[in-house]
């Protein structure tokens, strides 16, 4: 069974630094990956998809990496905002029989202060 | 960018009543749809995998008698809570994948759902 953490469970960085949140999931025989972002009360919104072919995905200040043999995935992002501030889950697709179905991760929730 | 509508974002309800939650492709055709239930500072759970035209799978613990899925055509499907209890008071979270696409899932805004 697929099992997905996330490290650290909350983060608090001031404006402007760059900072890692960490993925990681037990089972390497994975589709794809992906990065959400959700804001308090709300539904989650797309931020990177990596195919298990692909090593990184990069989309403006996000840049995602994934490293499959490790059972691996970070999602750096730079120069952090106010705005940035939300919980980031990841989720891991499955290859065989929950193929369709994706395992998310507990989340990080992040707080970027002025 | 692909979007998926939810509604009602809010819904109250009396115990004993029936709710009944959308979720709609606006802009693709989406022949799988999923249904997540989340309780408060946790992540999403997996209740059900709709597909349009059949049954829908439910996951283990989910009663398919008290949610109730249709996914009658290519951009909707329904999700109804029988019988609601305060138990039964949650976020729902419906999300969907395009026809053809990359396996990329797009979020509804979610449901959130309190039974008096």
């Known amino acids: 069974k697929q099992e997905v953490t996330q490290i650290p469970a909350a983060l608090s960085v001031p404006e402007g630094e760059n900072l890692v949140l960490n993925c990681s999931f037990t089972?390497?025989?994975?589709?794809?990956l992906q990065w959400f972002r959700q804001d308090p009360g709300k539904g989650l919104t797309s931020l990177l998809l990596i195919q298990s072919s692909q090593r990184e995905q990069t989309s403006g200040r996000l840049n995602a990496s994934l490293d499959k043999s490790s059972g691996r995935s970070t999602l750096y992002i730079a120069a952090s905002q106010p705005g940035d501030s939300a919980t980031y889950l990841c989720?891991?697709?499955?290859?065989?029989?929950?193929?369709?179905?994706?395992?998310f991760g507990t989340g990080t929730r992040l707080q970027v202060t002025l | 960018g692909a979007v998926v509508s939810q509604h009602p974002s809010r819904v109250i309800c009396k115990s004993g009543t029936s709710v009944k939650i959308e979720c709609r492709s606006l802009?693709?055709?989406?022949?799988?749809m999923f249904w997540y239930r989340q309780f408060p500072k946790q992540s999403l759970m997996l209740m059900a995998t709709s597909n349009e035209g059949s049954k829908a799978t439910y996951e283990q613990g989910v009663e398919k008698d008290k949610f109730l899925i249709n996914h009658a055509s290519l951009t909707l499907s329904t999700l109804t809570v029988t019988s609601a209890h305060p138990e039964d008071s949650s976020f729902y979270i419906c999300?969907?994948?395009?026809?053809?696409?990359?396996?990329?899932?797009?979020f509804g805004e979610g449901s959130r759902l309190t039974v008096l």
């Open positions: 802009d693709f055709q989406a022949t799988t």
């Open positions: 089972d390497s025989a994975i589709y794809n």
């Open positions: 989720a891991v697709m499955g290859l065989t029989g929950t193929a369709s179905k994706l395992t």
């Open positions: 999300s969907a994948r395009r026809q053809g696409g990359t396996g990329e899932l797009f």
